[in-house]
């Protein structure tokens, strides 16, 4: 069988059983079984099911990463693909792409004379779940007795046009952040509201004063995007509830603004809280860096992505994205790039975006993303 081909029906087996989170044993086992006769040197996880493989090169050189994620989503499918998973989950985000693409830049590089060392990062949990985070505490920095001099991983994406490859220097995509607000009021009766304490109406005036306070006091060029998704209270409409629940996601796209964010926005809601005569307890957590590409390493996938494929094949993004990536992390440590593959199935009027339970992509891009990884790791080698 061609590269392509074992690379479908690899990205095929992956996708009709999908696993969430850090515990994938049946994909880790599919990963290994893939990466078989190639002479890696292979390490397995010992606090998820991530694999790191270390490829050698035939002559002294440096290191360089690649990157795919392997976990999918707690998604029920309804694509209606012959090789559809059943199992309540789905990889609606595409890393089942990621996996093949990595394996087949695997293939790729063994088959190849060159110097220096490839280490090939297959990562659990990025969906949220701190996959990254795990690996680097693990030593995949280390994995190949070198530090890695690059770091490159690409992105299925079902809403940028077919077959094009994106990037850009700089902020690709956003920090992702939660924040819960607990108002605590002094609950009572509906007809006597001036002998309680109600939160309802100050957790709203501070979901107000937060929409507000990101709006003027934030670059536009250097956004926050705040959205409170969720707003509880209240068990009954004659009874004034003793605390309202607020829980907002936040994206900032750079390292001064999620700090300061972190910092500012539950210093706001105390405020607001305490002049009415309430308290508010506020919980910030970060969940995920921005991920910001070195601007080499950003030529580099262009100039990887034209050579190979043309200039049609290449776009560079105007703006960043607003969803959120843990190869941040890896970004944070080694200077690299992040890049996009517009891979929604072709000829659908109005593709399904990514983690959606419709959404289907165009597995006959995979020899594709593997030689654009391929070829990064090859500039640098």
Known sequence: ???AGDLVTLRR??????????????TQARVVEALAGLGLEITLGTGSSSVVAVLRGQRPGPTVLLRGDMDALPITEDTGLPFAS??????????????????GAARLLHAEQRAGDVVLMFQPGEEGHGGARAMLAEGLLEASGTRPVAA???HVIADLPHGVFHGRPGPIMAAYSTMQIDVIGRGGHGGRPHEALDPIPVAAQILTAAQTYVARRFSAFDPVVLTFGEF??????????ERATLRAGIRTFSAEHTARVARELPAL?????????CRAEVTFTPVMAPTINDAAAATVLENVATGLFGAGRYRQLENPRTGSEDFSEVLAEIPGAFGYLGAAFPGAAQPA???????VFDDSLLEDAARLLAGCARHHL
Request: proline share 6%.
């Open 1 to 3: 069988m061609t590269l």
């Open 13 to 26: 087996e992956l996708h009709a059983d999908p696993e969430v989170g850090l515990d994938l044993p049946r």
């Open 86 to 103: 059943a199992n309540g989950a789905m990889h609606a985000c595409g890393h089942d792409l990621h996996t093949a693409a990595l394996v």
């Open 152 to 154: 490159y991983a690409l």
């Open 232 to 241: 509880h209270a209240g068990s009954a409409p004659n009874v004034i509830a």
């Open 269 to 277: 809601a105390e405020s607001v809280a305490a002049g009415s005569g």
């Open 353 to 359: 975006g990514n983690h959606s339970p419709r959404a």
